[in-house]
C-alpha cells in the first residue's frame, strides 16, 4: 500500500514541511512507518492520520495521509 507521510519537524529548525510517498506491506502500523523513517521511542511527536489524532498502534490503509508533528504548547 502506499501513503502520504508529512513531518512538520524541519519547522523546528527554520525549515519547510517534508511530504513525500512510501510504499508499506498491507497491514502496517503507524509504528512501522515511525520506525521506517528512523524515529526512536524517545522522541515526543504527535500523530495524525488523516488529520485525526492517532498512536504508534493504529492501522493504515492505501491513501492515507500520516502526519507527524512536534507537541505544541502555548506559552
Do not use: Q
Not at 51 to 63: G, T
Request: charged letters at 25%; aromatic letters at 4%; a negative charge.
Amino acid at each position: 500500500m502506499k501513503i502520504m507521510v508529512k513531518s512538520f519537524f524541519p519547522v523546528l529548525r527554520g525549515g519547510r514541511p517534508v511530504a513525500k510517498s512510501l510504499e508499506l506491506p498491507e497491514g502496517a502500523i503507524a509504528g512501522d512507518v515511525l520506525k521506517e523513517l528512523g524515529i526512536g521511542d524517545d522522541v515526543e511527536l504527535i500523530i495524525l492520520i488523516n488529520e485525526r489524532p492517532s498512536n504508534e498502534n493504529a492501522s493504515l490503509a492505501d491513501d492515507d495521509v500520516f502526519t507527524i508533528m512536534p507537541p505544541v504548547s502555548a506559552a
